[in-house]
């Protein structure tokens, strides 16, 4: 066996989306092996075949896309965190795939129920303990650009300061190079909502709405007596993105920056520390701290709102065999560009990527049906191997040789997959046999 591909074996756990088939496969709930997410119990196929979707703001620079693309990289890319994340195979896109929250993060040992972490913990790093089991959320990435500021308490100003506090404070990785930071910048920065007709720009209800949403809406923005004077508009404004950028005490634990509610329809679980599963909980906790007694027809009303504030529809899309070779051609696009700039340590980390995204679509292609279409993937990328080596050597000349190879390899091993793809793992009837034969 090639050695990149025992590799992905041995750190299973890359996850991309959620996870991958071999960590799938690897089904263990010791925290001492350490070495896999577990999905929540039923969603195992379901995390296999569908992801979240990610939205762009998009930009005609092409310095500007140049940048972007190569943040998109940086966010899977293997080598950015500490020594146990990068063990067991966690990047960025582990936590926040396509920019949104993971909802299906598990990490037994350190997650309380579905997309909470305790990152206060001595795991990835061991100053971090504070000797408790604290887990919190996940938060979703989209639209991040108009939310500071960040981390749940609301402690950092920028990106730039929470993104180098999680590489660095959080999961022990080295401080970032320049460009690899303003990289993963970029990227976040462009990140939208998911697009809602049922809100303009300014955050009110658009005709679309319903007539139940509307009368929520009204109650949302209305000052009520008890609550000094706020609504609960005067936090979640809803021409900033339902949040004030402001850390409050609402009696969940010190201060806590108010959230945005877009994407809140996607489900929950809600508050800084996944206290409760439902909106409709979340959204009787300020009534409740406010003394004031909804009626269920309230209680109603005001949650449809909150659904339709939250609306997030087309939020995920199929795992596709097409998709997952858009991404890697994008990948090899940027690294085209990362040789013409000469960078070889920006060239050396999408590489790594890529190698590890084509490893992924291997995993889909088991068994004796597929040997020509893993032979032509193990082809290719060793053939990208070649370009980061050149590329480290300075031998720009020969790394772009390598790559037009590459390329070509690239076409080949496309046309061999394509002729196989029917019977390969990306079809969730076949991934969902495969897996239940294994763990039986
Ligand atoms: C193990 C899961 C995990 C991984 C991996 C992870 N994050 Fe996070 N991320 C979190 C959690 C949990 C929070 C909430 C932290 C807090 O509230 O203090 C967070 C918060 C953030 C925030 C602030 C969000 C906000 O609204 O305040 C940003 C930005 C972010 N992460 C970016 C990244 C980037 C970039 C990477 C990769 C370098 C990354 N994260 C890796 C779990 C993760
Ligand atoms: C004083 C500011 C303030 C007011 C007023 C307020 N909220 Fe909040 N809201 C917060 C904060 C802060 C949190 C986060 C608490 C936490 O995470 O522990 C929150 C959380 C929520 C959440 C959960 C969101 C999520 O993603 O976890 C919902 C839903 C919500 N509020 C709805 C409402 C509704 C409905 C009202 C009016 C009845 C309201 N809020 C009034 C500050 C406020």
């Given at each position: 066996m090639?050695?990149?591909?025992?590799?992905?074996?041995?750190?299973?756990?890359?996850?991309?989306?959620?996870?991958?088939?071999?960590?799938?496969?690897?089904?263990?709930?010791?925290?001492?092996?350490?070495?896999?997410?577990?999905?929540?119990?039923?969603?195992?196929?379901?995390?296999?075949?569908?992801?979240?979707?990610?939205f762009?703001?998009?930009?005609?620079?092409?310095e500007?896309?140049?940048?972007?693309?190569?943040?998109?990289?940086?966010?899977?890319?293997?080598?950015?965190?500490?020594?146990?994340?990068?063990?067991?195979?966690?990047?960025?896109?582990?936590?926040?795939?396509?920019g949104?929250?993971?909802?299906r993060?598990?990490?037994?040992?350190?997650?309380?129920?579905?997309?909470?972490?305790?990152?206060?913990?001595?795991?990835?790093?061991?100053?971090?303990?504070?000797?408790?089991?604290?887990?919190?959320?996940?938060?979703?990435?989209?639209?991040?650009?108009?939310?500071?500021?960040?981390?749940?308490?609301?402690?950092?100003?920028?990106?730039?300061?929470?993104?180098?506090?999680v590489?660095?404070?959080?999961?022990a990785?080295?401080?970032?190079?320049?460009?690899?930071?303003?990289?993963?910048?970029?990227?976040?920065?462009?990140?939208?909502?998911v697009?809602?007709?049922?809100?303009?720009?300014?955050?009110?209800?658009?005709?679309?709405?319903?007539?139940?949403?509307?009368?929520?809406?009204?109650?949302?923005?209305k000052?009520?007596?008890?609550?000094r004077?706020?609504?609960?508009?005067?936090?979640?404004?809803?021409?900033?993105?339902?949040?004030?950028?402001?850390?409050?005490?609402?009696?969940?634990?010190g201060?806590?920056?108010?959230?945005s509610?877009?994407?809140?329809?996607?489900?929950?679980?809600?508050?800084?520390?996944?206290?409760?599963?439902?909106?409709?909980?979340?959204?009787?906790?300020?009534?409740?701290?406010?003394?004031?007694?909804?009626?269920?027809?309230?209680?109603?009303?005001?949650?449809?709102f909150?659904?339709e504030?939250?609306?997030?529809?087309?939020?995920?899309?199929?795992?596709?065999l097409?998709?997952?070779?858009?991404?890697?051609?994008?990948?090899?696009?940027?690294?085209?560009?990362?040789?013409?700039?000469?960078?070889?340590?920006?060239?050396?980390?999408?590489?790594?990527?890529?190698?590890?995204?084509?490893?992924?679509?291997?995993?889909?292609?088991?068994?004796a049906?597929?040997?020509?279409?893993?032979?032509?993937?193990?082809?290719?990328?060793?053939?990208?191997?070649?370009?980061?080596?050149?590329?480290e050597k300075?031998?720009?000349?020969?790394?772009?040789?390598?790559l037009?190879?590459?390329?070509?390899?690239?076409?080949?091993?496309?046309?061999?997959?394509?002729?196989?793809?029917?019977?390969?793992?990306?079809?969730?009837?076949?991934?969902?046999?495969?897996?239940?034969?294994?763990?039986?």
């Amino acid at each position: 066996m090639p050695r990149w591909h025992l590799n992905i074996l041995v750190t299973a756990a890359v996850f991309a989306w959620g996870l991958t088939v071999q960590g799938a496969l690897a089904q263990t709930d010791s925290f001492a092996r350490r070495s896999r997410w577990l999905p929540w119990p039923g969603s195992l196929t379901a995390g296999l075949t569908r992801r979240a979707k990610e939205f762009q703001r998009s930009t005609k620079d092409a310095e500007e896309r140049f940048w972007v693309g190569l943040g998109a990289v940086v966010f899977r890319a293997p080598t950015v965190l500490g020594l146990e994340a990068r063990r067991i195979g966690m990047t960025c896109e582990t936590c926040h795939g396509g920019g949104d929250a993971n909802r299906r993060f598990f990490l037994a040992g350190l997650s309380s129920k579905p997309r909470t972490v305790d990152l206060t913990s001595a795991v990835f790093r061991r100053a971090n303990d504070d000797g408790r089991f604290n887990p919190i959320r996940i938060p979703s990435l989209r639209g991040i650009a108009a939310t500071a500021p960040y981390g749940h308490r609301g402690r950092f100003a920028t990106l730039r300061a929470i993104t180098r506090h999680v590489i660095v404070d959080e999961f022990a990785g080295k401080p970032p190079a320049p460009k690899v930071m303003r990289a993963l910048i970029a990227y976040l920065r462009v990140l939208k909502p998911v697009p809602n007709r049922l809100l303009d720009p300014a955050g009110r209800l658009t005709r679309a709405a319903s007539d139940q949403a509307r009368r929520g809406q009204a109650m949302f923005t209305k000052t009520w007596p008890g609550a000094r004077g706020r609504s609960c508009a005067s936090c979640h404004r809803p021409a900033r993105a339902f949040t004030d950028g402001k850390a409050h005490d609402v009696g969940t634990g010190g201060r806590i920056e108010t959230p945005s509610l877009l994407g809140a329809a996607l489900g929950g679980p809600f508050m800084h520390d996944g206290r409760f599963e439902r909106l409709d909980q979340a959204a009787g906790h300020y009534a409740n701290i406010a003394g004031r007694v909804l009626t269920p027809r309230q209680r109603g009303e005001l949650v449809a709102f909150l659904h339709e504030v939250g609306a997030a529809e087309g939020a995920d899309e199929p795992i596709t065999l097409a998709a997952d070779l858009a991404r890697v051609g994008s990948a090899v696009a940027i690294l085209a560009l990362t040789l013409k700039r000469k960078e070889p340590t920006l060239a050396g980390l999408v590489v790594v990527t890529v190698r590890r995204d084509i490893g992924r679509i291997h995993d889909r292609f088991p068994g004796a049906g597929h040997t020509q279409a893993r032979r032509r993937l193990v082809r290719w990328s060793r053939l990208l191997q070649l370009v980061a080596r050149a590329a480290e050597k300075k031998a720009f000349t020969r790394a772009r040789s390598a790559l037009a190879k590459s390329l070509v390899a690239g076409r080949d091993a496309t046309a061999a997959l394509s002729r196989t793809a029917a019977t390969s793992l990306y079809d969730p009837v076949r991934l969902k046999a495969f897996l239940a034969a294994r763990r039986n």
